[in-house]
């Protein structure tokens, strides 16, 4: 299958702070890529839905200047949590799908973050 | 009621057993489903993907699919301990929503030996 990498995998930051994670699809072209939350012991939360060099879609209830979404190639997508606070701790995870000639989605590994 | 729902579990079965996990969903309009299997802090790994009514087979797994019913299933023959997991169905709307996936809040099955 496809392949869909995330960095960093961990990230420890003070209140406050911003975070950028990145997301890419190493193998194929991806035309859209989705960010998902998981708080411990729950399901996957869909954040927004972006697309390669339009403004990302949010889901309702999520703040868009609090998680900024840049999807500015079609192998790069990248969240930016603003001014973190330890709420925001969680497991991000991204999705990507386009050209790999799949219809399913190829999950990246996850970024965990934690906000002192 | 809520888009995708699962059977609450969590559910526990012998080595060797056939584990049964169901999936309820409301779009009428939904054309692809999706069981994913998530170990404890890793991203999901998708198990099996099903489109048509009827039964999908692949190795230990069979995925079941009735649109009529709106009811998906996935059951594991021969569990293993290594099965043990929290099992997320995951559906895709249909139109244009771009593979947007809508999923339920998991079912933790274990494998006890």
Known sequence: ?116 | QKEVEQNSGPLSVPEGAIASLNCTYSDRGSQSFFWYRQYSGKSPELIMSIYSNGDKEDGRFTAQLNKASQYVSLLIRDSQPSDSATYLCAVKAGGTSYGKLTFGQGTILTVHP
Not at chain 1, 45 to 63: C, D, F, I, P, R
């Open chain 1, 1 to 116: 299958g496809a392949v869909v990498s995330q960095h960093p995998s961990r990230v420890i930051c003070k209140s406050g702070t911003s975070v950028k994670i990145e997301c890419r699809s190493l193998d194929f072209q991806a035309t859209t890529m989705f960010w998902y939350r998981q708080f411990p012991k729950q399901s996957l939360m869909l954040m927004a839905t972006s697309n390669e060099g339009s403004k990302a879609t949010y889901e309702q209830g999520v703040e868009k200047d609090k998680f900024l979404i840049n999807h500015a190639s079609l192998t790069l997508s990248t969240l930016t949590v603003t001014s973190a606070h330890p709420e925001d701790s969680s497991f991000y995870i991204c999705s990507a799908y386009g050209t790999s000639g799949s219809n399913e989605q190829f999950f990246g590994p996850g970024t965990r973050l934690t906000v002192l």
